[in-house]
């Protein structure tokens, strides 16, 4: 039966990627696609490091097949316990990778597509407070005579 399932129209047959691909091969055939992108060069090297450092160390042993709306979500918990951005360049990453997948008939479904948003964390309001605003306007301000010009 899962052959039967596996040999189906759709899925899994005639393309570069099927179900049983690793997830090393799918991010080796994005590199070679994203060479061909029009992109500059700072972004297709983020996306490079952006792979290498985060994405691919978590996703490297698992099939397409085995990568979850659930394994993706706790990886992404995972990254945003270390920061937003980090979480939010690897969102931005496996959505692209799952995209690439998806346009190669080798998923049914992105499986970034189900998981929670990321949430922004509130920031803190920055304001200077009154002696580092004098601090600024003495040093601003030419000296003469030991005090403020005040002409």
Not at 4 to 17: H, I, K, N
Not at 50 to 62: G, I
Request: overall charge positive; charged content about 25%; proline content about 5%.
């Amino acid at each position: 039966m899962r052959q039967r399932l596996l040999e189906r129209p759709g899925f899994g047959t005639g393309g570069l990627l099927d179900l049983t691909s690793s997830f090393r091969d799918l991010a080796g055939l994005w590199l070679e696609d994203l060479e061909l992108q029009k992109l500059s060069d700072g972004t297709k090297e983020n996306y490079r490091d952006d792979l290498r450092l985060h994405v691919l160390p978590q996703f490297e042993h698992f099939t397409l097949g085995e990568i979850t709306t659930g394994r993706v979500e706790w990886f992404l918990r995972s990254e945003r316990a270390v920061s937003y951005s980090r979480a939010k360049h690897s969102r931005t990453m496996l959505n692209l990778l799952f995209g690439f997948a998806l346009r190669h008939d080798a998923i049914p479904r992105n499986p970034v597509q189900g998981t929670s948003p990321l949430r922004r964390p509130k920031g803190e309001p920055q304001a200077l407070t009154v002696a580092q605003i004098s601090a600024i306007r003495d040093a601003a301000t030419p000296r003469l005579g030991g005090g403020r010009d005040r002409t």
